[in-house]
């Protein structure tokens, strides 16, 4: 089973897409190896099935956008490996989470750290995603910056939702980590690729929750810097762009 999953990089090979993350947390999930492709914003009209967007993931030759697709057709492909979504109920109110994070989260994060997201990116991707991300933020990069200190205040009002359910169960998912997790793990991983920006204050139950999803599968969302870490058992990362 060859799987290839492609991906935005910065400059110097660190992941650091969110909606990525979420691919490459369910695919240590279910114990697949993969073998990660960098590509740059100029490289998204030539992913394979006409994607445009990032994780694009090809399962022997079957190419699948979307990372919620991608979830489920790891579950349906590979049954006999730990489910991400457990059951049909559980799976419609990760929905609700998915939603949750993009566009609570993920929107209240972005204007926090896009300067430092161009900035780490290579040159070439940079005027891209400064025109698209300033049409979307309706203000320039630096302007969006410039506010976060007060910005982190309210976003951390904001997902107290996750501190009430971190109250009751040690994971999103319910006893152990599933989809759910991964979907919100992602984004603060986002955050922590992209950013110095201090975006949880250390006694806060989202930082241990966090803290707890970096160490699974032997660290595999903490072990990651500079240059990508490559399991022993991993095909080595390759890069499409140069
Ligand atoms: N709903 C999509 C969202 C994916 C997404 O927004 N990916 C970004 C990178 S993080 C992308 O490919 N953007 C293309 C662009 O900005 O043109 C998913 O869940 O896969």
Redesign the pocket.
């Known amino acids: 089973m060859a799987i290839t999953l492609y991906e935005?990089a910065q400059a110097d090979g660190t992941r650091y897409?969110?909606?990525?993350w979420r691919v490459r947390w369910s695919l240590r999930h279910k114990g697949l190896d993969f073998r990660s492709v960098a590509i740059g914003?100029d490289d998204?009209q030539k992913l394979p099935g006409g994607s445009?967007?990032?994780?694009t993931v090809e399962i022997d030759g079957r190419v699948v956008?979307?990372?919620?697709r991608i979830a489920e057709v790891l579950d349906e492909t590979f049954p006999d490996r730990p489910s991400l979504f457990a059951c049909e109920q559980a799976k419609g109110a990760t929905r609700f989470v998915e939603s949750f994070f993009?566009k609570v989260v993920n929107s209240s994060l972005l204007p926090l750290f896009a300067r430092e997201i161009h900035d780490r990116m290579a040159v070439r991707d940079q005027a891209y995603f400064r025109r698209?991300r300033e049409q979307m933020l309706k203000r320039t990069l630096e302007e969006a910056q410039a506010g976060r200190d007060e910005d982190v205040l309210r976003f951390r009002t904001a997902i107290h939702p996750i501190r009430l359910t971190l109250k009751t169960q040690p994971w999103l998912s319910g006893e152990t980590p599933g989809y759910a997790d991964y979907i919100g793990l992602a984004s603060f991983q986002w955050a922590r690729l992209s950013s110095d920006f201090k975006i949880l204050v250390d006694d806060d139950s989202v930082a241990d929750w966090v803290d707890r999803g970096l160490d699974l599968f032997e660290g595999f969302g903490r072990n990651v810097g500079a240059r990508p870490q490559i399991d022993a058992t991993f095909l080595p990362e390759t890069s499409s762009s140069g």
């Open positions: 935005l897409s969110p909606y990525c914003f998204l445009r967007s990032v994780p956008n979307e990372s919620w993009d698209t």
